[in-house]
């Protein structure tokens, strides 16, 4: 069964609105989390790697004050997407891992569909 | 800096007929290497993962292996329900990578009944 949700699968919004995506490990506990973003018919690119209790790390040309990062507890990382505009429209996958880095593999939540109008 | 290439970009295979998906990687350093399947709509679903040249997995119609340069995916005899983005990704032995995974393009693969 499924080991990370992610919520909601779907979400419109305006221009201009802030949207929060939410994910979570299930029946364990992930200090580390990651953020994908997909276009379509492409692979997925690393957002960010979202670290519980500190600040998220954030690869190159990824705007940290567009998309906020809050990984609050050990089952909960939100991604948010302030400001939303029709170029963030994609699909963001989430990921975590059951144990110990470079052990076990990532799970990937089944992804939210932004689409900004 | 870490690149994965994967070939072909997409495969129409007729039911039952096999073939094999490549995955080209150049990484400092490999940790692991992984294959995910994605269907349309969803989130990569783990399927193998490979530490070492020369070691093989299997999964029902599916066997990945891996060399030092390049990984594959066989699918024997594929069925409809196969259909699917492969994708692989490798993970660098540095310890500053954490689990951070890179990516390559995948292969769209539609078997056809």
């Known amino acids: 069964g499924a080991v990370v949700s992610q919520h909601p699968s779907r979400v419109i919004c305006k221009s201009g609105t802030s949207v929060k995506i939410e994910c979570r490990s299930l029946d364990f506990q992930a200090t580390t989390m990651f953020w994908y973003r997909q276009f379509p018919k492409k692979s997925l690119m690393l957002m960010a790697t979202?670290?519980?209790?500190?600040?998220?790390?954030?690869e190159q040309g990824v705007e940290k004050d567009k998309f906020l990062i809050n990984h609050a507890s050990l089952t909960l990382s939100t991604l948010t997407v302030t400001s939303a505009h029709p170029e963030d429209s994609s699909f963001y996958i989430c990921s975590a891992s059951r144990g110990s880095p470079g052990v076990s593999p990532l799970h990937f939540g089944n992804g939210t569909r932004l689409t900004v109008t | 800096e870490d690149q994965v290439t994967q070939s072909p970009e997409a495969l129409r295979l007729q039911e039952g007929e096999s073939s094999s998906l490549n995955c080209s990687y150049t990484?400092?350093?490999?940790?692991?290497l992984f294959w995910y399947r994605q269907d349309p709509g969803k989130g990569p679903e783990f399927l193998f993962t490979l530490y070492s040249a020369g070691e093989e997995k299997e999964k029902e119609r599916l066997k990945a292996t891996l060399t030092k340069k390049e990984s594959f995916l066989h699918i024997t005899a594929p069925k409809p329900e196969d259909s699917a983005t492969y994708l692989c990704a490798v993970q660098a032995n540095k310890q500053a990578a954490g689990n951070k995974l890179t990516f390559g393009g995948g292969t769209r693969v539609l078997v056809k009944p």
């Open positions: 990484v400092s350093g490999l940790r692991g």
């Open positions: 979202s670290n519980e209790g500190s600040k998220a790390t954030y």
